[in-house]
């Protein structure tokens, strides 16, 4: 009767401290030094950049820096443009990558690229680890953003299973008026898709 009386506490503990409250931090705070992370599971993915259904010039069609970096010595990536149709709308993307030294052994030829239809780049060599986080910074000008909830805004990579997890960082900003989102200090610690999700 004990173990009965026991397993039922028990599974009540577990059931209270589950709930989608716990899920989302803002920012989200984890020691940079831990290989801890928080799963995400949504709906909607990453944030749509603007659909374009009028003609008109295309403003770029990507944005991809690529540089061959000395682990020893470290380096960054940046890329930095228009995205859009120059009739129906531009957004401004400026992302920057920084690659400590001794974040790597060895050296390679790594890649950042803005998507050209979401809030969100690409980083390669795909699966890429490293010793140490590289710090990301990521903003994005002239977005339309009314009706979405910038609470549950957040920062976050597509695993290879298709969980969203979610990306310590010191901190995310939205200006809904000025179509104004930004991520400071996202940590990079493998490579994969990574962008803003709500």
Known sequence: MKRYLLLLVFAGLLLSGCNSENLLVNPVQINS???????LVIETGFLNLPVMKQTGNS?????TDAALIYGNKG?????EGKLGIAKSGVVDVHGKLD????AFKGFKTLAMSADKNSTSV???PSGSQFDKSLLLDLKYDGLNL?????STIQFAYLSSDGIYVL????GIQVDVKEGKIEVRGARIDHFSRFGFVR
């Open 99 to 102: 690659i400590p030294s001794r």
């Open 33 to 39: 030094n831990s290989k801890q992370s928080q799963q």
């Open 167 to 170: 990306v310590p960082n010191d």
């Open 75 to 79: 380096g960054e990536l940046e890329v």
């Open 146 to 150: 009314d009706g979405v909830d910038i």
């Open 59 to 63: 403003v770029a069609s990507n944005l």
């Open 122 to 124: 690409t980083f390669g």
